[in-house]
């Protein structure tokens, strides 16, 4: 295991898999989000306008509808389908929600790759949230997902993501130009990926067993 590298994260116990936890972390948890969460996530955004502006375009610039309709991508079975996945990210101290942890461009054999997305509220970074969640989506992809590649897109400004992703054990492959439209202007992303064999000393690939190849052939077991 890196030395960086959070502790190993938890599956969810039979309870906890049947509230929707997907992962538990030492400080948070992954989930899918329920009904019930619209309100809270809602204000969640509301409040984190400003502070998503430079990094979420239509997530900080979206009115009362736009938010809306992106908290029903979160419910299942929309935000488990078409190659993403999407989960509320949660302190484990009161289980308040505190941002969104993602897994998109899922791809089969013999790719096995995918895109990591995820963002905090205003008001909860530089507590170690994120670290500990992206830990927790990593485990996740690598051990469940049985995933090879797992890259995330990053503002060059972003200097808060990029020490994540970088202590966390990601390499910069280079810099994908002009890759989302920001307030107008079309900005270049770096690249960052980490391995399946680079993940906790390589502990958690699975990249060589037989079901990997044959995941052409049998459809992906969903969590839950």
Not at 27 to 53: K, V, W
Not at 108 to 113: A, G, I, K, R, T
Request: glycine share 8%.
């Amino acid at each position: 295991m890196e030395a960086n590298a959070p502790p190993l994260t938890a599956k969810p116990s039979a309870q906890q898999h049947a509230d929707g936890v997907v992962r538990v972390g030492a400080r948070t948890l992954l989930r899918f989000a329920r009904q019930d969460d619209g309100p809270a996530f809602l204000d969640l955004l509301a409040r984190s306008r400003e502070h998503l502006t430079p990094w979420m375009p239509r997530t900080a610039r979206s009115g009362e509808r736009g938010t809306a309709n992106r908290f029903a991508r979160m419910l299942r079975p929309t935000s488990d389908s078409g190659g993403r996945l999407r989960l509320l990210v949660c302190a484990r101290d009161d289980q308040r929600i505190v941002g969104v942890a993602s897994l998109s461009a899922i791809a089969d054999w013999p790719n096995l790759d995918c895109h990591a997305g995820y963002w905090l509220g205003a008001g909860e970074t530089g507590k170690g949230l994120m670290r500990d969640a992206l830990a927790a989506l990593l485990d996740h992809a690598f051990e469940e997902r049985r995933l090879h590649r797992v890259a995330a897109n990053i503002l060059p400004a972003n200097r808060r993501s990029r020490a994540l992703v970088s202590a966390l054990g990601f390499t910069r492959e280079g810099v994908a130009r002009g890759l989302v439209e920001i307030d107008g202007t079309w900005r270049d992303h770096e690249v960052w990926s980490i391995l399946s064999t680079d993940w906790r000393g390589g502990a958690l690939d699975r990249t060589s067993e037989p079901e990997a190849r044959a995941r052409t052939r049998t459809p992906r077991s969903r969590a839950r």
